[in-house]
């Protein structure tokens, strides 16, 4: 029997680092359960609301977060406080799937192309791999706004 997962990410600030992969993927911040959000709502209010409403008195070290998939498709991804902060390179990491079905030139400029995007998210750019066929399609390595590494495939 298959499981579902969610990806949890391990941050100082979980609502920034949501914020930034909810738009740089597509996905939906989620109100509180039986709230309805409005389109200009921010979500992140509405949390601080409901607790604040349940007499809950929530410290920086409390703070946590997801994203979802509006399609369902995809993971939810959580994002939680933690005290230390990143040291070592990361053993695991999304790929970003930003040009599916093209190749060489195309892909290259297709990927480029979100680079900037996420640039201006809070991204940070590391490298870029060019193509080298059979084996190697390109890719561009890049950092979320706390140095989580993620590729644009």
């Not at 993927?25 to 349940?54: C, H, Q, R, T």
């Amino acid at each position: 029997m298959s499981r579902t997962f969610q990806v949890t990410f391990d941050c100082r600030d979980p609502e920034t680092v949501a914020r930034f992969w909810a738009s740089a993927l597509g996905y939906i911040i989620p109100g509180p359960p039986g709230v309805e959000l409005a389109d200009d709502d921010d979500p992140f209010d509405a949390w601080k609301n409901f607790f604040s409403d349940l007499g809950i008195e929530l410290g920086p070290e409390d703070m946590r977060a997801a994203i979802e998939d509006p399609g369902g498709v995809g993971p939810r991804l959580f994002f939680q406080a933690v005290p230390e902060g990143k040291t070592v390179k990361d053993r695991i990491h999304l790929d970003v799937r930003a040009a599916p079905g093209l190749d060489g030139e195309e892909r290259m400029e297709a990927l480029e192309a979100e680079c900037v995007r996420l640039a201006q998210l809070g991204a940070s750019r590391l490298r870029r791999v060019e193509p080298d066929p059979p084996m190697e399609h390109g890719f561009i390595v890049m950092t979320d706004p706390e140095d989580n590494e993620f590729c644009l495939d």
